[in-house]
């Protein structure tokens, strides 16, 4: 049963790692402020306080999920190099990222495609996308550093529902053809020399 407690500062934040754990664990049909709050051991009032709906509560989720990628590309050195090489530095750091607790990534996924079916959704997701782009755009252009974000997501899916090993090789190689001018040899055409 929940405890009471007269002054909690970090309880919001305790609800959203509740609801963020219960996603995990049951998918997000398992959610419900009666779940999250028998998970964060908090009475089911204060759910509904700091959350008036479940949509509330998932945009919340997945803006603190959606943190774990930006954050890597955030605090790495070597992609604020300018001259370090972009597509090898994107493809190390997706590498890690999915290297990482897989049941994390596979959550960020997840609570990423809700909004397909949850608009309230689409906006956090879209800010995910944006905020990306915006790192990205500081080493090229913001159109091409959205075909790679466009790319990175697809390489992640495919590892994801295919159970099958990232290809980190393969990653840097289609990273750099996006990246290359469409006028130099082996923009296009070429096969890739691995593939996932």
């Known amino acids: 049963m929940a405890r009471e407690r007269r ?3 970090d309880r919001r934040r ?12 049951s998918g997000i049909a398992g959610l419900s402020h009666r779940t999250v709050a028998a998970e964060a051991d908090v009475p089911l009032g204060s759910t509904t306080y700091h959350f008036g709906s479940l949509d509330e509560l998932l945009t919340a989720a997945l ?3 959606n943190e774990g990628f ?3 590309l955030r605090e790495s050195g070597a992609l604020a ?9 994107l493809a190390r750091l997706t590498g890690e990222w999915l290297r990482g607790e897989r ?3 596979e959550l960020e996924y997840e609570l990423y495609l809700a909004a397909l079916r949850r608009p309230a959704l689409r906006p956090v997701a879209a800010e995910w996308t944006d905020g990306v782009v915006e790192i990205l ?14 790319l990175t997501d697809g390489i992640c899916l495919q590892v994801l529902l295919t159970d099958t090993p990232y290809d980190e090789e393969y990653a840097r190689e289609m990273l750099g053809r996006v990246l290359r001018d469409p006028g130099q040899p082996g923009a296009a055409g070429a ?4 593939g996932t």
């Open 70 to 72: 930006g954050a890597a």
């Open 137 to 150: 755009s500081r080493r090229t252009d913001p159109v091409t550093a959205r075909a790679l974000v466009a």
């Open 81 to 89: 190099d300018p001259d370090a090489p972009l597509p090898d530095e």
């Open 7 to 9: 002054y909690d500062p």
């Open 63 to 65: 803006r603190q999920a």
């Open 14 to 25: 305790r609800i959203i790692d509740a609801a963020i754990r219960v996603v995990g664990r």
């Open 103 to 105: 049941t994390g990534v």
């Open 191 to 194: 096969e890739p020399s691995t």
